[in-house]
């Protein structure tokens, strides 16, 4: 049972792939392995704990698990966030990169990230030329403040713009293991308070661990082997489908 940050990382690194939230696999979640105290579904909390990393809950350990725990992480699960150790993520990277060829905006948006090194979601987005947001109910919409945190991606009639989304890109550029998030960054008022969720800040792979950690010698095939041999061992009541869904 996770009931810390310390036991999310190791969490992680033990199984090797894990989502955030719950999906077709039973039990193959953050959502479903963590004390109820720690889960807060509505990004809410109360304010003499606003400055205690202890009484913060799993949404405010993805930093802290991120850097502390040499883990990646982004939208790797289905348009769904989550964990890869680093003992799979170089395997994840070289297979799903032979699986997600680019497009033309997409290469764009990856070639003004790494020009940055990283990136907050909004400096991404303007620094790439996509206009602002046309979110209703912004501040009150929980998933509209998951999809800020990157954790969650939102149904294209949340969009507004023409041909590939800015969302839709940095998307598949996860799933497609050309990009993660590497950290949260906060708001804060001038008391020093902090508020609302933490914004997502992007790198490249390549950028955040360095490239030499991501060499591996094996194909994308071998790599497709390797994790589908992981995810086999770690969830034996799964179908076939459900692990080709995990896969990707």
């Not at 987005?125 to 991606?153: K, Q, V």
């Amino acid at each position: 049972m996770i009931e810390s940050p310390e036991d999310m990382q190791h969490l992680a690194n033990e199984w090797g792939f894990l989502p955030f939230f719950a999906d077709a696999v039973p039990g193959f979640s953050i959502e479903e392995n963590i004390d109820s105290r720690w889960w807060f579904d509505d990004g809410s909390e109360d304010e003499e704990d606003e400055t205690s990393e202890d009484t913060m809950g799993a949404w405010d350990w993805k930093g802290r698990c991120i850097l502390e725990g040499d883990l990646a992480y982004g939208k790797f699960f289905h348009g769904k966030a989550g964990y890869i150790s680093m003992q799979y993520y170089p395997d994840y990277v070289n297979y799903r990169r032979s699986r997600y060829p680019l497009s033309a905006t997409e290469e764009h948006v990856l070639a003004t990230l790494h020009a940055a090194g990283s990136l907050l979601s909004g400096e991404l987005r303007r620094a790439s030329g996509f206009g602002p947001r046309h979110y209703a109910r912004r501040e009150t919409n929980p998933l509209i403040r998951a999809a800020e945190a990157g954790d969650i991606r939102l149904p294209r009639e949340h969009h507004k713009s023409a041909g590939e989304s800015f969302e839709t890109a940095v998307t598949r550029l996860q799933m497609g293991g050309r990009m993660l998030i590497a950290d949260f960054d906060y708001r804060y008022d001038k008391q020093g308070h902090r508020y609302g969720w933490g914004i997502a800040r992007y790198a490249t792979p390549e950028d955040f661990f360095g490239p030499e950690r991501l060499v591996t010698e094996r194909t994308p095939e071998e790599s497709r082997r390797v994790i589908l041999s992981r995810l086999r061992e770690l969830l034996p009541e799964a179908t076939e489908a459900q692990l080709l869904r995990i896969l990707g």
